[in-house]
């Protein structure tokens, strides 16, 4: 059974930081590109970053580089999202993406909310 479990979000302050982590099973983790998303209520969900199956390649949407890091331990099965000086509009349910090569495949986590407020 395929699993992505979300953990790490909360209430944090504007300039803040918070940790996200990603502990996926059911499936080969080391073969998979991961993602991060986001939606906002009312907006459209929002790839936030990428990494490769092995960690050698990451983009970030422009709203976060500089101030978010996405890295991975294949070893543990658990994606990371390092999120610092957050900004309100970094209010969001923060989502785990899997997609498999090809794209054959894509499994979601169930979300963990991240709220940036004073």
């Known amino acids: 059974q395929v699993q992505l479990v979300e953990s790490g979000g909360g209430l944090v302050q504007p300039g803040g930081s918070l940790r996200l982590s990603c502990a996926a099973s059911g499936f080969t983790f080391s073969s998979y590109a991961m993602n991060w998303y986001r939606q906002a209520p009312g907006k459209e969900r929002e790839l936030v970053a990428h990494i490769s199956s092995a960690g050698g390649s990451t983009n970030y949407v422009d709203s976060v580089k500089g101030r978010f890091s996405i890295s991975r331990d294949n070893a543990k099965n658990t994606m990371y999202l390092q999120m610092n000086s957050l900004k309100p509009e970094d209010t969001a349910v923060y989502y785990c993406?899997?997609?498999?090569?090809?794209?054959?495949?894509?499994?979601w986590g169930q979300g963990t909310q991240v709220t940036v407020s004073s």
């Open positions: 993406n899997a997609v498999s090569p090809l794209g054959l495949r894509t499994y």
